[in-house]
Nanobody, 120 residues
């Protein structure tokens, strides 16, 4: 069974750093585009960063210059390096990826979410 498993969330002081990981488990052919989203209670899920299959990255204006999305195709894993964290970055972070399956189809998967809390 294919899953995206997230890790790396936690509590950090403002100005600190965290790195989130999102690993695809199961037998797959590979991963196309992948995203990181975040959500706070009562608000819509917000796109934070996106990385294409070729490694091109895009970011929300609110995180540009502070967050870096990357991928390790050999490990089927995506990362979100978050630096200079602010209290307003507090949210549950979710990864999403378009996965190429053994039946040659592509399907979108979500991670389980990981809490990031930034204290002031």
């Amino acid at each position: 069974q294919v899953q995206l498993v997230e890790s790396g969330g936690g509590l950090v002081q403002a100005g600190g750093s965290l790195t989130l990981s999102c690993a695809a488990s199961g037998i797959i052919l590979g991963i196309n585009a992948a995203d990181w989203y975040r959500q706070v209670p009562g608000k819509q899920r917000e796109l934070v960063a996106r990385i294409s299959s070729g490694g091109t990255a895009d970011y929300a204006d609110s995180v540009k210059g502070r967050f870096t999305i990357s991928r390790d195709n050999a490990k089927n894993t995506m990362y979100l390096q978050m630096n200079n964290l602010r209290p307003e970055d507090t949210a549950v972070y979710y990864c999403n990826a378009i996965i190429r399956l053994l039946n040659l189809r592509q399907s979108s998967y979500w991670g389980q979410g990981t809490q990031v809390t930034v204290s002031s």
